[in-house]
């Protein structure tokens, strides 16, 4: 039982360049989320998913976009890659509105 | 729109202190409320959450916070700490029937031997 998985862990681009961030959970929730995480800020969502078919923007969408590719797996696309998007990308699930988030292990992005 | 402050950036304390790490939400409706810690290099898990109740929520680790209503508050307690509980803390918030939920930006609490 895995969990909340993401892949890459590491990952340097180019400016311009592109990449796909995966996430993929065995744990059965309907809800799926992608935060950014940069010092001082906390944690900002950038986009989520309610349930399987649907996505919408968080705080910070701007330069992202997301599929949710079925109930297990949500992924977030950089179409072209930023240094402002330098950060720690976690993705988390949750089964309902008022219940605890679990979060993945983060992948670390730097893009020069 | 939903908020929270969490007053302090990082809080140092000797090992076997006590400590409290604040934290203060803005909402207009009944909330839920979390405790998150981030160890280095993970994500974030749970320490403890309200939703409804008792005011005093006790979590992992030793850990409680009390839910004050009147001074909108959210404030995490530990009586004795140990180096292990060095680590980023984060309080969130939410609302019954809310898609989102917003965090604080982080207190960092450094125990020193």
């Known amino acids: 039982n895995a969990g909340v998985t993401q892949t890459p862990k590491f990952q340097v681009l180019k400016t311009g360049q592109s990449m796909t961030l995966q996430c993929a959970q065995d744990?059965?929730?309907?809800?799926m989320y992608w935060y950014r995480q940069d010092p001082g800020m906390g944690l900002r969502l950038i986009y989520y998913?309610?349930?399987?078919?649907?996505?919408d923007k968080g705080e910070v969408p701007n330069g992202y976009n997301v599929s949710r590719l079925n109930k297990r797996e949500f992924s977030l696309r950089l179409e072209s890659a930023a240094p402002s998007q330098t950060s720690v990308y976690f993705c988390?699930?949750?089964?309902?509105?008022?219940?605890?988030?679990?979060f993945g292990p983060g992948t670390r992005l730097t893009v020069t | 729109a939903q908020s929270v402050t969490q007053l302090d950036s990082q809080v140092p304390v000797f090992e076997e202190a006590p400590v409290e790490l604040r934290c203060n939400y803005s909402s207009s409706v009944s909330v839920y409320l979390f405790w998150y810690v981030q160890y280095p290099n993970q994500g974030l898990q749970l320490l403890l959450k309200y939703l409804s109740g008792s005011t005093l929520v006790k979590g992992i680790n030793g850990f409680e916070a009390e839910f004050n209503k009147s001074q909108t508050s959210f404030h995490l307690r530990k009586p004795s700490v140990h180096i292990s509980d060095t680590a980023e803390y984060f309080c969130a918030v939410t609302k019954k029937g809310y898609q989102k939920v917003t965090f604080g930006i982080g207190t960092k609490l450094q125990v020193i031997p």
């Open positions: 988390a699930t949750t089964q309902g509105w008022a219940y605890e988030q679990y």
């Open positions: 998913s309610a349930s399987e078919g649907t996505t």
């Open positions: 744990m059965n929730h309907n809800s």
